[in-house]
């Protein structure tokens, strides 16, 4: 089939595009990265993404011109597997591992994937915020049976990791259709609060800080103290704290902070960061909606990719990435969501105001995935 590329110009949203270029079979190219920059084209990280992309592919072409400011994709199939990776430690290994969660329920062969680099930095979702949400999310979707799992095998802070992550996703037939409008109220707030190389004392003091703030609000809540040691503690030091709250009808919402790399800037107090953490819980839990607004588009992803049947999400305010991601949507799928604002009512008490995301799916059924 010859079609014509989707072309697209500059750095941003390199992920979103390759993403939706594998799953929607469409080739995609993208003009004038960093091009005006001192050193110009693709990052180390941004080449470490293709080259994971190209292995839980089979076929993929990709072309890079020389100052590497230009790149085309062609996707290939998703194959999946056994695969292991080196991410690139200028970002964590959530950058990659988000991707993966986008693409691994259609593969051919369910994945199993050892990705090894940073778990915690203070920039992208950390491993301990995806296995706490994105996971439950795809669980909703449908997507569950053996092996579905994150699991942090050693820990690794920025800026020279040394963290495992293994993540292990079956392959799914067809998603489920969502109806997911009522969050419901909070019941319980959980989260973990990590330490490594630093004293295991600032983990307690973490907590102790984070927990001064959340017991006006609620009861219920723990917070796990891990403090790897030895090999599974990774090459630099660190804390930091991840919070999750759940309310009655299985909704999750969640924040998290990491501490300074160390060399990169004004080291933080662990008090300070346990109070920021859960003040920025409180905040995500104003904005509320029943998906989080890290995992904003990964619903709608899987919102887009469902069986053509209606699909309903509410959703906090929408992030800037998310709008972006609804845009390449629109280029990759053919899809627009009815989107309707509920304005917020100061007396019922339920945060900020609300969307509602509406929209029917494709039905994209696991193409290589043999009928039985």
Do not use: W
């Amino acid at each position: 089939i010859s079609m014509a590329a989707l072309t697209y110009e500059g750095c941003n949203f390199l992920r979103q595009r390759l993403v939706l270029s594998t799953l929607s079979g469409k080739r995609v190219k993208i003009r004038n990265i960093r091009s005006r920059d001192d050193e110009p084209g693709l990052r180390d990280f941004e080449a470490s993404f293709i080259r994971l992309l190209d292995k839980v592919t089979n076929g993929s072409r990709i072309e890079i011109n020389q100052t590497g400011t230009a790149l085309f994709y062609q996707p290939g199939l998703l194959c999946g597997g056994s695969v292991e990776h080196e991410c690139n430690v200028q970002r964590s290994i959530g950058y990659y591992l988000e991707a993966l969660i986008m693409l691994a329920p259609f593969m051919k062969n369910p994945l199993k994937a050892i990705l090894k680099g940073v778990t915690n930095d203070p920039i992208d979702p950390s491993v301990d915020l995806l296995k706490a949400t994105a996971v439950p999310l795809m669980k909703m979707f449908g997507i569950n049976g053996e092996g579905l799992e994150i699991k942090v095998v050693k820990r690794g802070i920025a800026p020279r990791g040394g963290g495992e992550v293994h993540f292990s996703c079956p392959v799914c037939r067809a998603l489920k259709p969502v109806l997911l409008t009522d969050p419901g109220k909070i019941k319980r707030i959980r989260g973990t609060a990590y330490s490594v190389r630093v004293s295991p004392q600032m983990a307690n003091r973490i907590v102790d800080s984070a927990r001064s703030i959340l017991n006006k609000f609620i009861p219920d809540i723990y917070i796990y103290t891990d403090h790897m040691k030895g090999a599974s503690s990774g090459k630099s030091p660190g804390f930091g704290l991840t919070l999750v709250a759940e309310t009655v009808n299985g909704t999750l919402l969640s924040a998290e902070l990491a501490s300074t790399p160390q060399g990169q800037g004004d080291p933080v107090l662990p008090e300070e960061l346990g109070k920021n953490c859960a003040k920025l819980l409180l905040e995500e839990i104003y904005r509320g909606g029943c998906v989080d607004s890290n995992n904003q588009s990964l619903a709608l992803l899987y919102m887009t990719l469902d069986q053509q049947d209606v699909s309903k999400t509410l959703l906090g305010p929408l992030s800037p990435y998310t709008i972006e991601f609804l845009r390449h949507i629109r280029d990759f799928f053919q899809i627009m969501f009815k989107i309707e604002t509920q304005k917020a009512d100061e007396d019922e008490q339920k945060g900020g105001d609300k969307v509602l995301m509406t929209c029917v799916g494709v039905g994209y059924s696991n193409i290589s995935k043999s009928h039985k």
